[in-house]
């Protein structure tokens, strides 16, 4: 039962194009998402987040859009950069004290 | 520098033996985590603690064990019962287990079985 899904395990993208990346989520108590980077053999980093108060959020070349009605978010990167590459986690969680929910992830490719 | 160090970095384990990963924060963080990464799979949750001398199962905790005796350190057990052990493992810890507060990750532990 995976409440986080992010159906496409790989995406290419030319340098200095736009990378946008997609996530789909079950739970309708999900209120807060979040983004993480993770390059090869080191833990994930956080990168940008978002309340469900909100339908976007803008931090430099990194944007997140959520669309509650069809319980979709994603992230746009803007000019894509090869220091980019790498995969892409998207997380969830809902009210109260309970863990993040985390997608299976997606390895972004930004080819020079 | 604070952060969360994580040892041994790689660990190589024959099959029935027990082997504990270390994960310690100098963060002040209340809550700490494991999660296990397999290619493919994402990072699922093993064990998290929201508090010293608490902690709670996550979704795949058959196999494992931890205790959080300190604030600073919460170590993992993968035991001889955990069928599957060779992955990637992270250790995360955050201020309090409330949902905007972000994760900040360790640097992993990658255990092989052979």
């Known amino acids: 039962d995976q409440q986080v899904k992010q159906n496409s395990p790989s995406l290419s993208v030319q340098e200095g194009r736009i990378s946008i990346l997609n996530c789909d989520y079950t739970n309708s108590m999900f209120d807060y998402f979040l983004w993480y980077k993770k390059y090869p053999a080191e833990g994930p980093t956080f990168l940008i987040s978002?309340?469900?108060?909100?339908d976007k959020n803008e931090d430099g070349r990194f944007t997140v859009f959520l669309n509650k009605s069809a319980k979709h978010l994603s992230l746009h990167i803007v000019p894509s950069q090869p220091g980019d590459s790498a995969v892409y986690f998207c997380a969830a969680s809902a009210m109260g004290n309970t863990p993040l929910v985390f997608g299976k992830g997606t390895r972004l490719s930004v080819i020079a | 520098d604070g952060g969360i160090t994580q040892s041994p970095k790689y660990l190589f384990r024959k099959e029935g033996q027990n082997v504990t990963l270390s994960c310690e924060q100098n963060?002040?963080?209340?809550?700490m985590y494991w999660y296990r990464q397999d290619p493919g799979q994402g990072l699922r949750l093993i064990y998290y603690?929201?508090?010293?001398?608490?902690?709670q199962k996550g979704d795949i905790a058959e196999g494992y064990s931890v205790s959080r005796e300190k604030k600073e350190s919460f170590p993992l057990t993968v035991t001889s019962a955990q069928k599957n052990p060779t992955a990637f493992y992270l250790c995360?810890?955050?201020?309090?287990?409330?949902?905007?507060?972000?994760?900040?990750f360790g640097a992993g532990s990658r255990l092989t079985v052979l």
């Open positions: 603690s929201q508090i010293v001398n608490d902690f």
């Open positions: 978002i309340s469900s108060i909100k």
């Open positions: 963060l002040n963080h209340d809550a």
């Open positions: 995360a810890s955050s201020i309090s287990l409330w949902r905007a507060n972000v994760l900040t």
